[in-house]
């Protein structure tokens, strides 16, 4: 194992480590200010969710000193050992792990629980940085392209299966990676028609959307044969593989759908789809949340002072729907803030990314923005009604030990990259 000598916090970027501070001190007041209502403990009280998260911070410190103190030539040279770990632990859940809301996604650890899904964010960033990097590595070579899919793919099925599919669709977000690395856009298009197809599928169903998918594959392919006048005599194979993938493709949707998600993520999505109104069953959360932030006006209630919070209207207020604490106590003027935080910080970290001199580093910075973009635009899209409740907390503002050290991990590493990037050619 590197360590480092002398300053271990030399060339840091200290803006990114100001924002990273005061996301994480205004989302402790807002757990507090959620958590208030439930509980007479003190504020530091590890009996009250505002005293664990309290404690995890302090850990957070820890870690992040740990992160610099290793030379950061060790996160590249381990980037696989730390993929593989993360892979084993996460089907190790199916063996050991605790079921928590129908999820096996988290290890019992006396009156504490551990999220693996968490931590294998920054060990697949650092997995795909260190692939990508390779010299040899061309993105336009096929066989590279399934590689770094399968890479990605891996935990993606694994969290699926347990099954927590907010989860696994953050790992999808390193799709805008690969483009920045030299992806053809017609692999973004394909994964947009793939999303189309989906909701189509559950609006429709399989029967239906396979009829108009054929009819529209047919017509553009005689589109090329007689109006652009392209010979079609040796591609009937690319051609017919492309109906069986577009077949199996929506029948496995349809499938993985009605058998794999639980019946709680079918009704989110109908929900968000309009195929159903629920504003006392499944929809209640999210119409809490709604009402909740609406009340906040434009400058807030003040600091515990929403009464909705206070009074406990909006479940899981502390974790998935912070920001609606935000909305209420200190209004737009407030939630606006935040979100240009959020903006500022996210766009600084593809400042840096952009900055480094080794390839490597310039991966793993864009995996990281691209990481917190996805948990930023999903959750407040959640929180508000403009996204399905999928369940994944607000980086440094959403209670839970777990993603908040999975999160400050995958940050400082790409901080020490970044202050070490005067040594890398």
Known sequence: MKINKGNIFKNIDWLTVLLYAIMVAFGWMNIYAASIGDNDFSV??????????????????????????????????????????????????????????????????????????????????????????????????????????????????????????????????????????????????????????????????????????????????????????????FEWLKISSTYVIVILYIFSTSYIYNNVFKQRHRDRFSLILGMKEDNMGIGYNTNQSILTIRSGGLSGKGFLKGDRTQGNFVPEQGTDYIFSTIGEEWGFIGTSLVVICYMIFILRIVYLAEDQKSKFSRIYGYSVASIFFFHFTINIGMVIGLMPTIGIPLPFFSYGGSSLWGFTILLFIFLKLDANKKNEW
């Open 44 to 233: 530091l009280s590890l009996q009250s969710s505002q005293g664990k998260q309290m404690l995890w911070i302090g850990f957070s410190i820890v870690l992040i000193i740990f992160i610099f103190i290793l030379n950061s030539k060790f996160y590249e040279d381990f980037s696989v050992i730390f993929y593989m770990i993360s892979i084993l632990s996460l089907v190790s859940l199916f063996i050991f792990g605790k079921e928590i809301n129908g999820a096996r996604s988290w290890f019992s650890l006396g009156s504490s629980t551990l999220q693996p899904s968490e931590f294998a964010k920054f060990a697949t960033a650092l997995a795909l940085a260190k692939l990508m990097s390779d010299k040899l590595y061309d993105l336009s070579v096929f066989k590279n392209i399934v590689k770094t899919f399968a890479l990605i793919s891996i935990p993606v099925l694994l969290i699926t299966l347990q099954p927590d599919p907010g989860s696994a669709l953050v790992y999808l977000s390193l799709v805008f990676v690969l483009y920045r690395e030299g992806l053809s856009v017609t692999y973004l298009f394909i994964g947009f028609l793939a999303i189309v197809l989906f909701i189509l599928t559950l609006l429709l169903g399989s029967t239906y959307v396979t009829l108009i998918s054929y009819t529209i594959m047919t017509l553009w392919f005689l589109y090329i044969r007689y109006y652009k006048g392209k010979s079609l005599k």
